[in-house]
């Protein structure tokens, strides 16, 4: 079992909608991730946060908003996706060691998301 | 050039049989590598760390060659059980970026009775 915890682990929703997706850890990790996965693709990184702040944004759409209110909770609100959002939202964590340059990871079961 | 490519197979093997997957990848600065294995509709896993010394773990061998920039991955008496996609995995390698992983697209393997 995954001591990762994402929630809910499906979601359909439309263009107008607000929604959130939540992930926990408790392993005391201090780097937490969100990845975007879609069939037959690798995940693609969107966001890392360090410490609670967030150190890399790949260019994700303003649609796409992280938060990170401790060092426990990582949350992706959503607001006017689009169809070709739809995938599945990794959430990961790892241990956040200062200057570590690749660290494992170790990732949530996964929401899947479908916007109509 | 990508930045971690691997061969996406399908690799088909009997079961038992010995089987290896080759990923290279483009960043001479990267420092960390990971094979991690994802089964269908489930999250990536972390099979195991490649150290440059190579390194195995029961029937999984791992090897990096620097030089080269290529790791691989051995799989000796392949169960049914092995059945899924195996993800290479580097770190960037930029100067201050934290943990940046970047995956290949995945090899599949299928073991058939």
């Known amino acids: 079992d995954t001591e990762v915890t994402q929630t809910p682990k499906h979601l359909v929703m439309g263009m107008t909608n607000k929604k959130s997706l939540k992930c926990e850890q408790h392993?005391?990790?201090?780097?937490m991730y969100w990845y975007k996965q879609k069939a037959k693709k690798p995940p693609e990184l969107m966001f890392v946060y360090s410490y609670e702040k967030l150190s890399i944004n790949e260019s994700v759409p303003s649609r796409f908003s992280p938060e990170c209110p401790n060092s426990s909770l990582l949350n992706l609100h959503l607001h006017a996706l689009q169809p070709e959002d739809s995938a599945l939202y990794l959430c990961a964590s790892s241990q956040g060691s200062r200057g570590a340059k690749g660290e494992k990871l170790f990732f949530g079961s996964g929401t899947q998301l479908s916007v109509l | 050039r990508k930045e971690v490519e691997q061969d996406p197979g399908p690799f088909n093997v009997p079961e038992g049989a010995t089987v290896a997957f080759n990923c290279t990848y483009s960043?001479?600065?990267?420092?960390?590598f990971f094979w991690y294995r994802q089964d269908c509709r489930k999250e990536p896993k972390l099979l195991m760390s490649v150290y440059s010394s190579g390194n195995e773990d029961g029937r999984f061998t791992a090897q990096l060659n620097r030089a080269s920039q290529y790791i691989s991955l051995l799989i000796r008496d392949s169960k049914l059980s092995d059945s899924a996609t195996y993800l290479c995995?580097?770190?960037?390698?930029?100067?201050?970026?934290?943990?940046?992983?970047?995956f290949g697209t995945g090899t599949l393997l299928a073991v058939q009775p």
């Open positions: 392993m005391g990790h201090r780097a």
């Open positions: 960043n001479s600065a990267s420092q960390s």
């Open positions: 995995v580097v770190n960037k390698g930029e100067g201050g970026a934290t943990n940046k992983l970047i």
